[in-house]
């Protein structure tokens, strides 16, 4: 298994543009969700997917979207990139059945915006 | 609502020194917590979660549902074990979201 796989791992953009961040996983699990990682802030989470065709919000969604047509893929999109969106930003994924399942972590994407 | 809180910013050890990280949770229910390490530019990765009550490279760390804490301990560091770490709660399984702390780097000096 590649388990959570992201990418790209680097990406600069300039203010107002748009893009994706890809994030697959080949564990079949259910649960996917978007953190981002920001020095003494730890990791909030952006969005979070319990199955295909169903996200909600997290800690801190404005400026992202996100959808789930698959269980493998959760992309997440950024609308029109600011300043303060330059972060890094983890995918996970989880199985929701067993008690005390946890996360798997992608690589990590790290986004510089200018 | 939820919430994990790691006092500690960084934390600076001697090799062979004892290491406590210590993670306070607010919930009034029975939670999940669970241990991620993250080595420098690498992914998270989980170290533990207290379900299991394992030890993983040394580290230990136990629920204490009266005083709302689960630190991690280690009695002797090693320079390896250098990294951030995050204590991370879940209200319930599967479905559930994981809150994180804000993190601690420990440091461990030869």
């Known amino acids: 298994n590649a388990g959570v796989t992201q990418t790209p791992k680097f990406q600069v953009l300039k203010t107002g543009q748009s893009m994706t961040l890809q994030c697959a996983q080949d564990?079949?699990?259910?649960?996917m969700s978007w953190y981002r990682q920001d020095p003494g802030m730890g990791l909030r989470l952006i969005h979070y997917?319990?199955?295909?065709?169903?996200?909600d919000q997290g800690e801190v969604p404005n400026g992202y979207n996100v959808s789930r047509s698959t269980t493998e893929d959760f992309p997440l999109r950024l609308l029109s990139a600011a300043p303060s969106q330059t972060s890094v930003y983890f995918c996970?994924?989880?199985?929701?059945?067993?008690?005390?399942?946890?996360?798997?972590f992608g690589n990590g994407t790290r986004l510089t915006v200018t | 609502a939820q919430r994990v809180t790691q006092p500690e910013k960084l934390l600076s050890v001697f090799k062979g020194a004892p290491v406590e990280l210590k993670c306070n949770y607010s919930?009034?229910?029975?939670?999940?917590l669970f241990w991620y390490v993250q080595y420098s530019r690498q992914r998270l990765q989980l170290l533990l979660r207290?379900?299991s009550r394992e030890s993983i490279k040394g580290f230990t760390a136990d629920l204490n549902k009266g005083e709302t804490s689960f630190h991690l301990k280690k009695p002797f560091a090693q320079e390896e074990d250098s990294a951030m770490y995050y204590c991370?709660?879940?209200?319930?399984?599967?479905?559930?979201?994981?809150?994180f702390g804000k993190g601690t780097m420990l440091l461990v000096s030869p």
């Open positions: 919930y009034s229910g029975s939670p999940e």
């Open positions: 991370a709660l879940s209200i319930g399984s599967g479905y559930s979201t994981l809150t």
């Open positions: 207290h379900i």
């Open positions: 997917s319990v199955g295909a065709g169903i996200t």
């Open positions: 996970a994924s989880r199985m929701t059945v067993r008690l005390g399942s946890p996360l798997h």
């Open positions: 564990m079949n699990h259910e649960y």
